[in-house]
């Protein structure tokens, strides 16, 4: 089974700002890399898929990095707007088990 | 992009009965398809993996008498809330998953059952 830990569990931020958050994982066997947010009362959207060999994947102001050596990957948010308020999630094995990701509010 | 259709959205139903959930998807086969169960600012949990013309498997401590999943076609599985209770009042979600490399989610099922 994989396990993702990620960090910070919840995180405040004024609208306008960037910010990062942080997926540790170790999964067997690994399939792709994935960022999901989820906003309430919905199901989740992907916002990035990276392969093995990736490092960096951007979609819009949303852009995801890739660590393979240290299982590590991070999302990086520019220019936080209101509606980017939600849950976020990395994946990192062919079954989407999903922790506890990270809450992320933006306030104006 | 691929679209996964849930349905219903919301349902409300009386404890005792049973309740069906579609789900979709639009515009891919999907031999694979997951199910979900999220309650009130906690994580999705999954439920169940769905596969085409086999039966579901089921993660642990999901009852699955209680939940009955059928993925008849490609494109379509559906879950069945059997003598549904008040505690199984959630949010359901499923997901298709397209060539083993990413999944799509659908709308999600909020169930109340009173």
């Known amino acids: 089974k994989n396990q993702v830990e990620q960090s910070p569990q919840s995180l405040i931020i004024l609208e306008g700002k960037n910010c990062t958050l942080q997926?540790?994982?170790?999964?067997?066997?690994?399939?792709?890399l994935r960022w999901y947010k989820q906003d309430t009362g919905r199901g989740p959207v992907s916002l990035t898929i990276?392969?093995?060999?990736?490092n960096t994947k951007s979609n819009g102001r949303y852009t995801a990095t890739l660590d393979a050596d240290t299982k590590q990957s991070s999302l990086h948010i520019t220019a936080s707007q209101l509606s980017d308020s939600a849950s976020y999630s990395c994946?990192?094995?062919?079954?989407?088990?999903f922790g506890r990701g990270t809450s992320l509010i933006v306030h104006p | 992009g691929a679209v996964v259709s849930q349905h219903p959205s919301r349902v409300i139903c009386k404890s005792g009965t049973s309740v069906k959930i579609e789900c979709r998807s639009l515009?891919?086969?999907?031999?694979?398809m997951f199910w979900y169960r999220q309650f009130p600012k906690q994580s999705l949990m999954l439920m169940a993996t769905?596969?085409?013309?086999?039966?579901?498997?089921?993660e642990q401590g999901v009852e699955k008498d209680k939940f009955l999943i059928n993925h008849a076609s490609l494109t379509l599985s559906t879950l069945t809330v059997t003598s549904a209770h008040p505690e199984d009042s959630s949010f359901y979600i499923c997901?298709?998953?397209?060539?083993?490399?990413?999944?799509?989610f659908g709308q999600g099922t909020r169930l109340t059952v009173v």
């Open positions: 990276m392969t093995f060999s990736e």
């Open positions: 769905s596969n085409e013309g086999s039966k579901a498997t089921y």
């Open positions: 994946q990192g094995s062919y079954i989407p088990t």
């Open positions: 997901s298709a998953d397209r060539m083993n490399t990413e999944a799509f």
């Open positions: 515009d891919f086969q999907a031999t694979t």
């Open positions: 997926c540790n994982y170790t999964v067997s066997p690994f399939s792709n």
